[in-house]
């Protein structure tokens, strides 16, 4: 395919009389790594879920593979958000159901398999994020925080997905569990092919797991560049983001 | 002049706020019912739903009908014994516990226990993001979360006041044959040459709409609930508020409708 995976235009998006998003423009490669960086309220999250169509958005355009998912029929706005993995920041686990049927449950949903065959697929994907099985019949209330982070990463990429979202994966664990964490993405996102963008605040997990990096500021992109880079980048409001310096471009609202 | 025109604006607000939740909660309803009917379908949440809302609340129907058939049987007696009217303390025991206590009561416990834990479960689920991971995975959320709890207190609140009404009738019974001195044949005869048909079905349409409206609350609360801890406690209790509320005014319509001729 020639065009990028994924292509905002203009996205925009406001609560109240807020903007959160004012004219967002991007574009995800097939088969790369996209991470998306900023301050904590700046919309990272809200351009996600307008992706993920979990929101509407008030105007622009988001296409995957060429087709304008806010545009587009439902049944094929809805087939195109099939090849969509996503890894909730809190894992957002369904306690109601044991860890096997967490994982396959995409694939129970979209009929891709009998129960039977969902669980052993469920215990394959555990193992590939280094789970065993003798995970799959547990509670998630009974894992720990990591744990809970690799089941929702299993989930995630249980369905094959041509694209995963990553929604702060890091947060919350320690820095070891957040590199292993790290690690396991890349292997899995690397076997799979697919196409990924994450959202985060931490800077050494975004140069680990992205190929490219995206500021969001004010509503926009005011820089992309190498992941790479990020630690060396001159641009004043990326530099002063990564660097956690209080002065600089980035006014933060002090209350006191 | 400013506090009347804020007074205004406060109504105007509070107006346009009720009508919008009206609107919210019959979108949202005519969503429901769209998902009970549209495959596809999810046989195990409807189990489940069953489970949670009609067995589990069985014991606790079953106690309330109990002791509200051996009550009114006592205040019947009580009452009627002033006028020389006991002979009708049966057939005021059945009529009261088909036509209105059955359905009732079953509502407002089953509101209290069923519909307060469909808001918490439904509201634990959007504050932790597992309605928004629904949607990621090719699942529409109001078809496996909403339309199965619709459709499973549509029909299992009908079947608990069934057996409420079973149950109320034999308190009833009870009563009147142990501690009032009445025959086990003469207050069976009785009963049942009092009750007709259309006593029991008319409770258990009634049940069946409360039924309804009892997951429709629960979902609607639990499903647009935010804020994390202290928004699913306040979807909680608005659920079994506007349920118990809705039940007394429905039944009042329902009542007119059906009884008065």
Redesign the interface.
Known sequence: MSGPKIRIRGLKKHFGPKKVLDGVDLDVATGTGMVVIGGSGTGKSVLLKCILGLIPADGGSIEIDGVDVLKAPRHQARALREQIGMLFQNGALFDSLPVWENVAFGLLAQKKVSRARARDVAVEVLAQVGLGPDVAGLSPAELSGGMQKRVGLARAIAARPAIIFLDEPTTGLDPIMGAVIDELIVDCVKKLGSTSVAITHDMASAQRIADRAAMLYEGRITWTGPAGELMTCTDPVVEQFTHGRAHGPIKMALRR | MNALLDGVAWLGAFVLGIVEYIGELGMFAASGIAHVVLPPYYPRQLGRAFMEIGYFSLPVVALTALFTGMVLALQSYTGFSRFGAESAIASVVVLSVTRELGPVLAGLMVSGRAGAAMAA?LGT?RV???I????????EPMKYLVAPRLLAGTLALPALVLLADIIGVLGGFLVATNKLGFSSGGYLTSTFNTLQTQDVVSGLIKAAVFGFVIALMGCFNGYRSRGGAQGVGAATTSAVVSASILILALDYVLTQVLFVK
């Open positions: 479960e689920m932790t993001d597992q928004d991971a629904l949607s990621t995975l090719a699942t």
